[in-house]
């Protein structure tokens, strides 16, 4: 199982960016794709999650309105697009597979992160 | 949702056992035996190490156990070897609206 992300972006604050995140070595519509992200020396956030196979997303409220999760099941791609940047959501940007959609929350295997850099 | 609570850090020396402590509610970790920790080296992603509680993912020691008891849930670390220090996350279904919440972080120090 491997999961690839891409590279590191800059943004200014206002603006969007899309991550994505192309998964290998299982079936893709077959696990939930989730969402992290952790701030400069701070600990992890849940942002939401999207399964594959319909494309149905959950987003946690925090990121409600600005969070847009979809997939390429072509490419085995899924996408994370977040807009309306500000500095505080300057951070790495990690895709994980899971299930959190149940009582059993667990994410078993992590993309290698997507730094954003939204410069105040 | 409000982060579980996890003290900042903890340590011990090689061969001692340390264990970590990951505070919620009975909306999240008291409510639901979906407690999952992760171990995060600097500049990494984190890895999965212990989910629903106590179950270990395979490859992972069985140095690694977890328990829980009312609303809060615990990791504890036997052996310690010198690659055990990192920092550790525990993670809880909190309910079907807020899904996942993460603990604060626990820094583990082998002395």
């Known amino acids: 199982v491997q999961l690839t992300q891409s590279g590191a972006e800059v943004k200014k604050p206002g603006a969007s960016v899309k991550v994505s995140c192309k998964a290998s070595?299982?079936?893709?519509?077959?696990?939930?794709m989730n969402w992290v992200r952790q701030a400069p020396g701070q600990g992890l956030e849940w942002m939401g999650m999207?399964?594959?196979?319909?494309?149905?997303?959950r987003y946690a409220q925090k990121f409600q309105g600005r969070v847009t999760m979809t997939r390429d099941k072509s490419t085995s791609t899924v996408f994370m697009e977040l807009s309306s940047l500000r500095s505080e959501d300057t951070a790495v940007y990690y895709c994980?597979?899971?299930?959190?959609?149940?009582?059993?929350?667990?994410?078993?295997?992590w993309g290698q992160g997507t730094p954003v850099n939204v410069p105040s | 949702q409000s982060a579980l609570t996890q003290p900042p850090s903890a340590s011990g020396s090689p061969g001692q056992s340390v264990t970590i402590s990951c505070t919620g509610t009975?909306?999240?970790?008291?409510?639901?035996?979906?407690v999952s920790w992760y171990q995060q080296h600097p500049g990494k992603a984190p890895k999965l190490i212990i989910y629903?509680?106590?179950e270990r993912p395979s490859g992972v020691p069985n140095r690694f156990s977890g328990s829980k008891s009312g609303n809060t849930a615990s990791l504890t670390v036997s052996g310690l070897q010198a690659d055990d220090e990192a920092d550790y996350y525990c993670?809880?279904?909190?309910?079907?609206?807020?899904?996942?919440?993460f603990g604060t972080g626990t820094k583990v120090t082998v002395l």
């Open positions: 999207i399964n594959p196979s319909g494309g149905s997303t």
């Open positions: 009975t909306s999240d970790v008291g409510g639901y035996n979906s």
């Open positions: 993670c809880s279904y909190a309910g079907s609206d807020s899904l996942a919440v």
């Open positions: 629903e509680v106590s």
């Open positions: 070595g299982y079936t893709f519509i077959t696990y939930y």
């Open positions: 994980a597979r899971g299930d959190c959609s149940s009582p059993s929350c667990w994410l078993d295997y």
